[in-house]
C-alpha cells in the first residue's frame, strides 16, 4: 500500500504542496478543520453563496483556479471539517471530525497549519464589537459581510491595512487607522524592499491610497489604550505608544465607535509540531517559536517538513513559494528547484525586511493588571502575578496553579501573552509553553472513539481496582 | 547555590506525601527542608484526576481513607486556601455477571472495614441516575466518595510551608546520601544538606532514592492518563468508579468531566517521557462513552499521563527503612492524592514521637523480602 | 459592533431561519450562525462564568472560541464555522456556577 504524503492545513502553503506533488504522479491527502479549502487568505464564501463580478469583496481570486483544483485531483484525498489531533508516531497521525475518524502512515507529513491572531490584551478587549484582523477578514471573505457603523482599525503590522482596505471596499465607515509604527519606518522597509518585491509594495501602497481616498484618519505611533462600553463596544481609546511600548496615558483621546478592529500581529499556529516534537527555535521577526527547519523546509524530525505562516509569519507569497520547494523537496530533494529557490530567497529577505519594519523598539503592551489575559479562564493579570510564588522561567507552575491556557481555545489567546506578561519572552529563556498534548483541537469524544484503526485495548490491571 | 544547609528533617521528593509530611514536622517545629529535583507539586500529585474515593481502596486501607477524609475536611481553615473539596458519593458500577459479583464481594468487605455502602439493583439506578446506560448491571453507592482539585492544594501547601519558614530547593539534585545514626548527609548539585533525619517521599523515584543508601525497594511504574472535557450542560452530582477499577469520571465546579481509570500512556522512570497513547486513550473513552452516553457530545480538551509509583501488592509503603534508624520513607500509596494528607501526619508521628495514631504494619518496608 | 450587513454583490443561500434562545433569527444556508446572529443586531451571544461579562464574536477562525453557542442535539460549537440551516435551536452556552454541584 503506498504511503500518502499527509499535508495537515488547506490554505496556500498546503494547497500550493499539494498541487505539485498531485502533478508529480504522488498520493496525498489534505486534512483541514474548515469546512472548505483556503486557510485564511482564499477564505472562501459559505457553499451556495455568490459573488458577482463587481461585488465589493476584496480578495484575490486569480491563484483560486491555480490552486483548488487539485482537490478534485484523483490521487489527492480532501478530508474537511477535520482534525489531525495526535500522532501515534510523527509520522503516522490520527484524524477525526464529525466526517468520521481513522489513521494514517504517511511517507511524509508536510505541516502547513497557518496562523493565528497574536493575542494582544488591553482594557475592554473581551467586549462584543471587538474583533482581530483575522475576525474582520473573515467575516468578509467568510461570510460575505461587512459591520455596519462606524469602524475604527488598529494594529501593528501589514494586516491593519489589508483589513481596513478590505472594509473600506465593501463600503463601511472606517473613520481611523490607528498604526503603532512611525510612518517613516514603514516607509523605509518598502523602500529596502522595493526591489526584491515590487509587486507587495505596490498592494501596500494602493490599500493607503483607497483609505485616504474613503476619508479615513490615519494615525501612527499610536495604539489602543482601552475599549470602552457595558454590554458591547461604544468608544475606543488611543494614545501614543511611549517608549517602553505602552500607552502614554496623558495623550489619550475617546473615539466612538461601534466596532474596533484589532490586529497586533499574528502568531505561527505551531501546536502540531509541538505535539510532536520538533524542535523549536526563537525568531522574533517571524512570529516568536517556530519549528527549527532545514534550507529545504525539514524540521527535526525526519520527513516532517513545516511550510507556510505555521512556521513563521511570510504572508501568501512566502506560503506559495514554500509550499512549491517543499513538494520539490519530497519528489526530487529539491534538485530542479535552483531558480525557485532564488526567488524564494528575495522573498524570505523582503518579509524579513518588512518583519522587522514591524518590530517595535520596545514590545507593545497595552494590559493593565486588572486587563483580563486569560478569555476562557477570564483570569486577570494580577490573578497570574498572584500566582508566581517562585520565580520560574516557565508557564508551567502559572498554569497549573491558574488554570491558565486550559479553556476551549486551548491557550492560543493567551499563552503567548502571558508569556510576554510575566517576563518571559526574551532571549536568555527556553520554550516558556506547557506542552501540548492531543487532542490538538477540541474534539468530541463521539468523533474521537469513530477510529477503527486503533490497537487493542491493554485494559489497566486489576489492582487499580483499588485507587 | 549554598554552601551548607542544616535541618532537623530533610524531605527528598515534594509531591503530596512530602510536602504534607514536610507541613506536619513544621507544625511540629522541627526545621525541615524539601529537596526536589523538579518543580514541586508537579507529578502525580498535580496531574492526577483529584479522585477521594474510598470504595477503589482495598479493604484494609478503609480507615485510613475515613481519616484522611476528616484530614481533607479541616484543610482549608489549617492552609488558610480552598482545595475544592466536595463529598458528593458516588457510584462503583458494574456491566457484567462478573463485576456484578466482584461488587458483592468488595461490598461485603469495605462494610466490614466501616465503610457506608449500599447496594443498588437496576431499577434503581435508572431511577436515580438515567444518566448512567443499561450497559451497567449493579452499582454499589458509598455517600463518603468525594474529590478535591490538585490544582487549588499544590499552591496553598506550598503557600503555607513558606508561611511556615520550610525550606524549598527545587531542581536539586542528589549526588549521594550518606547516613550515620546521627545524621544523614546529602551532596547535592546546589550543595550539602545535613540533617538529623531523613524522609524519602519522591513518589516512584522513592526506588532509585533507596538505592542511593544501598536498600532495595520494590516498585513499578504506572504511567496514567487522564482527559478532561469542555463544561457540560448536564450535572453529573456523584463521581463514578468501575468494579474493576478501569474507569473513573467526575464533574468538577466549572462543569467540566475529568475521565480516567489508569489507562496507560507510554514512558519509562528514566526518559520521563510520559507521554499520552492515542489508542488507550481512545479505548478509555470508548469506555466511558458506553457507561455515560451523554459525555459523547462534549469536547476533549485535553489528556496527559502522569507517573505513579506503585509496590508489588499495591499497600502503600509507610515506614523506616530498614537498617536505618533515622530514614523513612512514604510511597506508593495508589490513592496518594488521597492517603498523603494523612499519611504526611502519620509519617510526622513516626518520626518525631515513634508513636503514629494508627497501626503501620501493613505498610512495612520490608515485607516483601521473603517472598 | 452594531450590526453587520451583506457586502454590496454579494449573493447569500437561501433564506431560512432559526432560533436563538427562543427568538427567531434569520439566516442563509451556509453562513456561519455568529454571522446570523450578527445580522440581526445580537453582538453578546454568551456570558462568561465568573464575572459575569458579555462575549461574542472575535478571531472568525474557530480557534478563540468566544462565539461558542449550544446546538440542540448537537451540543457546544463554534458560531463562527457551525452552519446556519432551516430549524437550528441555539442557545448561549448554560454556565455553571459552584452552588450548581
Not at chain 2, 198 to 218: C, E, F, P, Q, Y
Not at chain 2, 308 to 315: A, F, H, K
Request: proline share 6%; hydrophobic share 40%; glycine share 12%.
Amino acid at each position: 500500500m503506498i504511503k500518502p504524503v499527509v499535508i495537515v492545513g488547506a490554505g496556500p502553503a498546503g494547497l500550493a504542496c499539494a498541487t505539485r506533488l498531485a502533478k508529480n504522479g504522488l498520493t496525498v491527502v489534505i486534512i483541514d478543520d474548515n469546512l472548505q479549502a483556503g486557510g485564511q487568505y482564499f477564505r472562501q464564501l459559505p457553499p451556495g453563496y455568490r459573488a458577482e463580478p463587481d461585488a465589493k469583496l476584496l480578495r484575490e481570486t486569480k491563484r483560486v483556479g491555480i490552486l483548488f483544483p487539485v482537490l478534485r485531483d484523483p490521487l489527492v484525498t480532501f478530508l474537511p471539517s477535520t482534525t489531525v489531533w495526535s500522532a501515534h508516531d510523527p509520522l503516522t497521525i490520527d484524524y477525526a471530525g464529525p466526517k468520521g475518524a481513522g489513521r494514517i502512515a504517511a511517507a511524509a507529513i508536510v505541516v502547513a497549519t497557518g496562523a493565528q491572531d497574536a493575542p494582544f490584551p488591553f482594557p475592554g478587549w473581551t467586549l462584543p464589537g471587538v474583533i482581530s484582523a483575522g475576525g474582520c477578514l473573515n467575516l468578509a471573505k467568510g461570510h460575505g459581510l461587512t459591520p455596519s457603523g462606524k469602524v475604527v482599525v488598529a494594529g501593528n503590522g501589514p494586516l491593519v491595512l489589508v483589513a481596513a482596505a478590505t472594509l473600506a471596499a465593501a463600503g463601511a465607515e472606517v473613520t481611523h487607522v490607528i498604526e503603532a509604527q512611525p510612518t517613516w519606518r514603514v516607509g523605509v522597509a518598502m523602500m529596502r524592499g522595493a526591489f526584491l518585491s515590487p509587486s507587495l509594495l505596490f498592494k501596500g501602497a494602493g490599500y493607503r491610497a483607497r483609505l485616504i481616498a474613503h476619508g479615513t484618519h490615519f494615525l501612527t505611533g499610536k495604539m489602543v489604550s482601552r475599549a470602552i462600553g457595558n454590554e458591547f463596544l461604544e468608544a475606543v481609546e488611543i494614545a501614543s505608544v511611549g517608549p517602553d511600548g505602552k500607552p502614554l496615558a496623558k495623550s489619550s483621546m475617546r473615539l466612538k465607535t461601534e466596532t474596533l478592529v484589532s490586529g497586533y500581529g499574528l502568531l505561527p499556529g505551531t501546536e502540531f509540531v509541538r505535539m510532536i516534537g520538533c524542535r523549536m527555535v526563537r525568531d522574533p521577526l517571524i512570529g516568536g517559536w517556530v519549528p527549527e527547519r532545514s534550507e529545504k523546509f525539514e524540521t527535526s524530525l525526519a520527513n516532517v517538513y513545516a511550510i507556510g505562516d505555521g512556521a513563521g509569519i511570510g504572508g501568501v507569497e512566502v506560503a506559495v513559494a514554500e509550499g512549491n520547494l517543499a513538494a520539490g523537496t519530497i519528489i526530487d530533494g529539491g534538485e530542479s528547484d535552483a531558480k525557485a529557490r532564488r526567488s524564494y530567497a528575495k522573498l524570505n529577505r523582503f518579509r524579513h525586511i518588512l518583519s522587522g519594519a514591524y518590530l517595535p523598539k520596545s514590545k507593545l503592551s497595552a494590559a493593565t493588571d486588572d486587563t483580563i489575559v486569560c478569555r476562557c479562564e477570564e483570569l486577570r493579570l494580577a490573578d497570574l502575578k498572584a500566582a508566581v510564588i517562585v520565580d520560574d522561567k516557565h508557564l508551567r507552575r502559572v498554569k497549573s496553579s491558574t488554570r491558565l491556557g486550559m479553556g476551549r481555545c486551548q491557550g492560543r489567546n493567551c499563552l503567548s501573552s502571558a508569556s510576554q506578561l510575566l517576563g518571559l519572552d526574551h532571549e536568555d529563556v527556553a520554550l516558556p509553553l506547557p506542552r501540548m498534548r492531543p487532542p490538538v483541537r477540541p474534539l468530541r469524544l463521539n468523533d474521537i472513539i469513530k477510529n477503527q484503526s486503533i490497537g487493542p485495548a491493554r485494559v489497566p490491571d486489576e489492582a487499580n481496582a483499588f485507587k | 547555590m549554598f554552601s551548607k544547609q542544616l535541618s532537623d528533617v530533610v524531605v527528598v521528593g515534594g509531591g503530596v506525601m512530602g510536602l504534607f509530611t514536610a507541613l506536619n514536622l513544621a507544625e511540629q517545629g522541627r526545621s525541615v527542608t524539601v529537596v526536589e529535583c523538579g518543580r514541586i507539586w508537579s507529578e502525580a500529585s498535580a496531574v492526577n484526576a483529584g479522585s477521594l474515593a474510598a470504595q477503589n481502596k482495598l479493604p484494609p486501607l478503609v480507615p485510613y481513607t475515613l481519616a484522611a477524609f476528616d484530614v481533607w475536611k479541616s484543610l482549608p481553615e489549617r492552609i488558610g486556601c480552598d482545595v475544592d473539596y466536595h463529598q458528593t458519593g458516588g457510584y462503583k458500577i458494574a456491566t457484567t455477571p462478573e463485576e456484578v459479583a466482584r461488587l458483592r464481594t468488595s461490598l461485603e468487605a469495605q462494610c466490614a472495614a466501616g465503610l457506608p455502602i449500599r447496594f443498588m439493583e437496576p431499577e434503581e439506578i435508572r431511577s436515580e441516575t438515567p444518566w448512567l446506560s443499561d450497559k451497567v448491571l449493579a452499582a454499589t453507592y458509598c455517600e463518603l466518595d468525594s474529590f478535591a482539585s490538585p490544582i487549588r492544594t499544590g499552591p496553598g501547601v506550598h503557600k503555607a510551608l513558606c508561611r511556615l519558614g520550610v525550606t524549598i530547593l527545587e531542581d536539586t539534585h542528589i549526588r549521594s546520601i550518606k547516613a550515620s545514626s546521627k545524621m544523614v548527609h546529602l551532596d547535592t548539585d546546589a550543595g550539602a544538606i545535613d540533617a538529623r533525619q531523613l524522609a524519602i517521599t519522591a513518589g516512584a523515584w522513592s526506588g532509585k532514592v533507596a538505592a542511593m543508601l544501598g536498600s532495595r525497594v520494590d516498585m513499578s511504574l504506572d504511567v496514567n492518563m487522564v482527559s478532561v472535557t469542555e463544561p457540560a450542560q448536564f450535572t453529573i452530582g456523584k463521581i463514578v468508579t468501575h468494579a474493576r477499577g478501569i474507569l473513573t469520571l467526575k464533574q468538577v465546579s466549572n462543569g467540566s468531566c475529568l475521565i480516567g481509570g489508569g489507562w496507560q500512556g507510554n514512558g519509562s522512570i528514566d526518559d520521563q517521557r510520559k507521554d499520552v497513547d492515542p489508542d488507550q486513550l481512545t479505548h478509555n473513552f470508548i469506555l466511558a462513552n458506553e457507561i455515560i452516553p451523554g459525555l459523547g457530545l462534549l469536547h476533549i480538551l485535553r489528556s496527559w499521563a502522569g507517573y505513579e509509583g506503585v509496590s508489588p501488592d499495591s499497600l502503600p509503603y509507610l515506614g523506616q527503612l530498614p537498617g536505618f534508624d533515622n530514614i523513612f520513607m512514604a510511597a506508593c500509596a495508589r490513592g496518594g492524592f488521597t492517603l498523603g494528607p494523612l499519611f504526611g501526619q502519620l509519617l510526622c508521628e513516626l518520626m518525631t514521637t515513634g508513636k503514629p495514631s494508627m497501626p503501620l504494619e501493613a505498610f512495612h518496608l520490608a515485607r516483601f523480602d521473603n517472598a | 459592533m452594531r450590526n453587520a450587513r451583506l457586502i454590496p454583490g454579494i449573493e447569500p443561500g437561501t433564506a431560512v431561519s432559526f432560533t436563538f434562545n427562543g427568538q427567531i433569527v434569520d439566516g442563509y444556508v451556509g453562513e456561519g450562525v455568529a454571522a446570523a446572529l450578527m445580522r440581526a443586531g445580537i453582538r453578546g451571544t454568551r456570558t462568561t462564568a465568573r464575572r459575569p461579562e458579555p462575549r461574542g464574536y472575535y478571531c472568525g477562525m474557530g480557534a478563540c472560541w468566544e462565539c461558542t453557542v449550544e446546538v440542540e442535539g448537537m451540543g457546544t460549537v463554534r458560531g463562527c464555522i457551525f452552519p446556519v440551516q432551516e430549524g437550528l435551536v441555539v442557545r448561549s452556552p448554560s454556565v455553571r456556577s459552584e452552588k450548581d454541584l
